[in-house]
């Protein structure tokens, strides 16, 4: 197809593009705008001619335009993350815009969580871990006694923490290291 009637398409195909959740920006071999949509409109904060569209994005069309290949590329822009995808089609460049700044927000809150779950196991974990080292040395049975009752709540404290639904089922399995019921320390010490 000629490049006049690819630009012409594209502006016969603005209201639909408007319809889209999806930015689109159409660019000639040039990076000269053909058209953009509002959704396109809006993420930019560029008028309708595409007169300031950002620099990294007219980069992008170039990248494309020159390997003939899609890429793509993340730009903050203010408060917003914006993913652009471009490609080739025929004479022309084709950008969509995708707002991932939600998607961005909430990896960063999961690693935040994870990051504090993870130093709070971490910090549960350290007393009973230091009362099984002290456990080892002690040779006085109500002393290795007193200890062993307070390790049991310690890991029942962190199996409360970690626990899940199915703790209850875990805890009637064979070799299951949830805590049950205190045995008596029969164990005679020496």
């Not at 195909?13 to 053909?34: C, N, T």
């Not at 993420?43 to 890429?71: F, H, I, N, V």
Request: charged fraction near 25%; glycine fraction near 6%; include cysteine.
């Amino acid at each position: 197809m000629g490049r006049r009637l690819v630009e012409q398409q594209l502006r016969g195909a603005a209201a639909l593009l408007d319809a889209l959740d999806l930015g689109v920006v159409a660019l000639d071999g040039r990076s000269k705008p053909i058209t953009l949509n509002r959704t396109a409109q809006d993420l930019l904060a560029c008028p309708p001619d595409g007169s300031t569209l950002p620099l990294a994005l007219l980069d992008l069309a170039d990248e494309a335009w020159r390997r003939d290949t899609a890429c793509t590329r993340e730009l903050v822009l203010g408060q917003s993350v914006l993913r652009l995808h471009a490609s080739r089609l025929e004479d022309s460049v084709l950008v969509q815009v995708h707002d991932v700044s939600l998607l961005r927000h909430l990896q960063q809150a999961h690693r935040l969580l994870v990051d504090a779950v993870a130093d709070s196991l971490l910090e549960r974990v350290e007393g009973p871990a230091l009362l099984v080292e002290a456990l080892a040395s002690v040779d006085d049975p109500v002393l290795a006694t007193r200890w062993l009752r307070r390790l049991r709540g310690e890991v029942a404290d962190l199996a409360r923490l970690v626990g899940d639904p199915g703790q209850d089922r875990r805890a009637s399995r064979p070799g299951c290291l949830v805590p049950r019921a205190a045995p008596a320390v029969s164990r005679r010490w020496s």
